[in-house]
């Protein structure tokens, strides 16, 4: 079980407007998707290097909120919302997520269209995420959504070795 690189980061952002205009039309980044507020959760913009990346994203923004946001416990103020880290096979997140519970450092696992996705905070309470890449043909880029992670539900599906991303040779 291994970590196998930074997967992606997600920036909390005062104006998403003026974030979307910096990252898109001055770095210029790809806009792949848009989340809308949802469920609690503000609404977030995914970001990839333009003809370059073969990753859902590698940066997201997500607007910022005074409002509490359900699960992490803590207001979103203007920063590092979360880092994400790559694992190769839906059995290493599994292992992550014990882990974590272990560590007390568990917040939340769930299930979305490009990951499954375990987070947990760092001794500091800064958000981590440790994700298994879905096969790249399961992606979708306009109908984002956010579903609890059944560990059981997704060895059926996809096995729990199936090795993904980096593991299976992606670049990014
Ligand atoms: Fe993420």
């Given at each position: 079980m291994s970590i196998r690189r930074l997967n992606h980061i997600v920036i909390s952002v005062s104006d998403i407007e003026i974030s979307t205009r910096f990252y898109?039309?001055?770095?210029?980044?790809?806009?792949v998707s848009t989340l809308p507020e949802q469920n609690n959760w503000k609404e977030m913009r995914f970001f990839r290097?333009?003809?370059?990346?073969?990753?859902?994203?590698?940066l997201a923004i997500i607007a910022n909120a005074t409002l509490p946001s359900p699960g992490w416990g803590q207001p979103i103020s203007p920063g590092l919302f979360h880092v994400a880290f790559e694992v190769g096979t839906i059995a290493e997140l599994e292992e992550y997520a014990v882990i974590l519970k272990s560590a007390n450092s568990f917040i939340d696992q769930l299930y979305q269209p490009m990951h499954l996705s375990v987070y947990g905070k760092d001794p500091d309470g800064i958000a981590i995420e440790i994700i298994w890449r879905i096969p790249?043909?399961?992606?979708?880029?306009?109908d984002l959504w956010r579903a609890p992670l059944n560990f059981e539900e997704a060895i059926a599906r996809?096995?729990?070795?199936?090795k993904t991303g980096a593991a299976a040779g992606e670049s990014t």
């Amino acid at each position: 079980m291994s970590i196998r690189r930074l997967n992606h980061i997600v920036i909390s952002v005062s104006d998403i407007e003026i974030s979307t205009r910096f990252y898109k039309d001055i770095l210029g980044l790809e806009l792949v998707s848009t989340l809308p507020e949802q469920n609690n959760w503000k609404e977030m913009r995914f970001f990839r290097a333009k003809g370059k990346s073969t990753n859902h994203h590698d940066l997201a923004i997500i607007a910022n909120a005074t409002l509490p946001s359900p699960g992490w416990g803590q207001p979103i103020s203007p920063g590092l919302f979360h880092v994400a880290f790559e694992v190769g096979t839906i059995a290493e997140l599994e292992e992550y997520a014990v882990i974590l519970k272990s560590a007390n450092s568990f917040i939340d696992q769930l299930y979305q269209p490009m990951h499954l996705s375990v987070y947990g905070k760092d001794p500091d309470g800064i958000a981590i995420e440790i994700i298994w890449r879905i096969p790249n043909d399961c992606w979708t880029y306009s109908d984002l959504w956010r579903a609890p992670l059944n560990f059981e539900e997704a060895i059926a599906r996809w096995g729990a070795t199936l090795k993904t991303g980096a593991a299976a040779g992606e670049s990014t």
